[in-house]
């Protein structure tokens, strides 16, 4: 895959032109403030059969609170359409904030809310691609700004692994 090489579908990928993009997996984002986005470049097995498999795994832990959470997180596999832009997030949104784009990369193998079903899709041959952009001042503005846009394209709907 060549980095910048488009996704599949281009409903909404104009938002996103100001972006730099490469394979998810081999993402080098900048330790700066920014906006950052999770696009499919190709899709593997189908999302359902990986929701299902996902929750099947969540659900086999014997542990309710585990797999009420773990549920909560790949139900938002079954939200995933014909766009390719699945997350839409900011980093250094806050005041004093010393979140940056590569932290919030890193956090994708830890602590992110969009993790597991991250790592459900990509277990299961889709290709993504992970794209940022440098924003210095007001990264959150710049973030509800895109999910706006990406709104008015999309029916009020924001993109499948977002919940706000």
């Given amino acids: 895959m060549r980095e910048n090489s ?38 593997g097995t ?7 498999k996902a929750i099947a ?17 790949f139900d938002r596999l079954s939200k995933i359409g014909d766009c390719p832009t699945i997350y839409i997030g900011s980093a250094g949104t806050y005041a004093g904030s010393k979140n940056t784009l590569k932290g919030r990369y890193l956090e994708l193998a830890t602590r992110h809310t969009a993790k597991y079903p991250i790592w459900a899709l990509l277990s299961s041959g889709w290709e ?3 794209g940022w952009m440098v924003v210095d001042e007001n990264p959150g503005t710049a973030e509800e700004a895109l999910k706006g846009q990406y709104r008015k394209a999309h029916a009020g709907e924001l993109p499948a692994l977002v919940s706000r």
């Fill in 128 to 130: 993504l691609q992970y």
């Fill in 57 to 73: 795994l969540a659900e086999s832990i014997g542990w309710d609170v585990a797999g009420r959470f773990l549920c909560s997180r």
């Fill in 6 to 43: 488009p996704p599949a579908g281009d409903c909404c990928n104009g938002l996103f032109d100001a972006f730099e993009f490469t394979r998810f997996q081999d993402a080098e984002p900048p330790k700066r403030k920014g906006v950052y986005v999770i696009r499919i470049h190709r899709r």
């Fill in 46 to 52: 189908p999302a359902e059969e990986v929701h299902d």
